[in-house]
T-cell receptor
Framework: AQSVTQLGSHVSVSEGALVLLRCNYS??????LFWYVQYPNQGLQLLLK??????LVKGINGFEAEFKKSETSFHLTKPSAHMSDAAEYFC???????????FGSGTRLLVRP | NAGVTQTPKFQVLKTGQSMTLQCAQD?????MYWYRQDPGMGLRLIYY???????DKGEVPNGYNVSRLNKREFSLRLESAAPSQTSVYFC????????????FGEGSRLTVL
């Protein structure tokens, strides 16, 4: 069965520091992988997605993620954190032809001034 | 563009009361979903509808019913609300031929006393 594990429920970085949010997946077939961001009191919006093309995926707001099949990982990075990046981030994997998404438990990013 | 619209945004119920959450999308998407979000648990799929006229159970369907009224609308009903159903509920939609990207509403916060 497909699953997603996000390591670290909370991550704190200083403004300008590297952001690294970890995601590992389990899937019996090649997956589609997603990162979503949720700002307070809002719905989720797509940051980026991996759909079996380039393994390094660039998204909005300077975020990117690299698909590593050998490590079953899809970690999210950003070279320099901004205060506006403070939010909760969810990794997700899609399963089957119905496009149901399985979400990780989320990582809350705190950016310190 | 409205995207995915959910109503109501907030609701307080007493145990045993019933209510319906409404969702409508204007993107001509075939598939629609209801998720619930609880702290530390990410998003869990309650029900989904792959196309008009079909509905299927997700991960946590107990205590809920759904209706796919037409292509645009997908409602979620709580027949006899319980405190365990206190949560934030999200409706989402996705198109066919894509890669599973979901478009989310802003959420409905439900409290059951």
């Amino acid at each position: 069965a497909q699953s997603v594990t996000q390591l670290g429920s909370h991550v704190s970085v200083s403004e300008g520091a590297l952001v690294l949010l970890r995601c590992n997946y389990s899937s019996s077939v090649p997956p589609y992988l997603f990162w979503y961001v949720q700002y307070p009191n809002q719905g989720l919006q797509l940051l980026l997605k991996y759909t079996s093309a380039a393994t390094l995926v660039k998204g909005i707001n300077g975020f990117e993620a690299e698909f590593k099949k050998s490590e079953t990982s899809f970690h999210l990075t950003k070279p320099s954190a901004h205060m506006s990046d403070a939010a909760e981030y969810f990794c997700a994997v899609s399963i089957g032809s119905s496009y149901k998404l399985i979400f990780g438990s989320g990582t809350r990013l705190l950016v310190r001034p | 563009n409205a995207g995915v619209t959910q109503t109501p945004k907030f609701q307080v119920l007493k145990t045993g009361q019933s209510m319906t959450l409404q969702c409508a999308q204007d993107m001509n998407h075939n598939s629609m979903y209801w998720y619930r979000q609880d702290p530390g648990m990410g998003l869990r799929l309650i029900y989904y509808s792959a196309s008009e006229g079909t509905t299927d159970k997700g991960e946590v369907p107990n205590g809920y019913n759904v209706s796919r009224l037409n292509k645009r609308e997908f409602s979620l009903r709580l027949e006899s609300a319980a405190p365990s159903q206190t949560s934030v509920y999200f409706c989402a939609s996705s198109g066919t031929g894509g890669t599973g990207e979901l478009f989310f509403g802003e959420g409905s916060r439900l409290t059951v006393l």
